[in-house]
């Protein structure tokens, strides 16, 4: 069973939410965000604001995936987390 737009946007935020307030995550993380997002981004009704904060959200994993210290990574990204949970949430 796929989830649609409003679940993915949900659990894309539940994990930016983690990550923000654990100052932690892991790989796996990463991966299932950068998943999450490129499903997001091939849905036609998506706005561009929409798609501008994805694109940021699996940067942001794709780089935390591959960072040698990824809670420093997490860390140096607190500002843009609080700001992406905030767009998301406006936005589903």
Known sequence: MSLDFHH????VMDILTNQQLDCCGTVAECEQLERLVKSLLTNDQITTEAKNVLVDVYE???HGKYHQNLDEHINQHQHDLSQWIEDIHQLS
């Open 8 to 11: 993915q946007m949900s659990v």
């Open 60 to 62: 942001y994993s794709q």
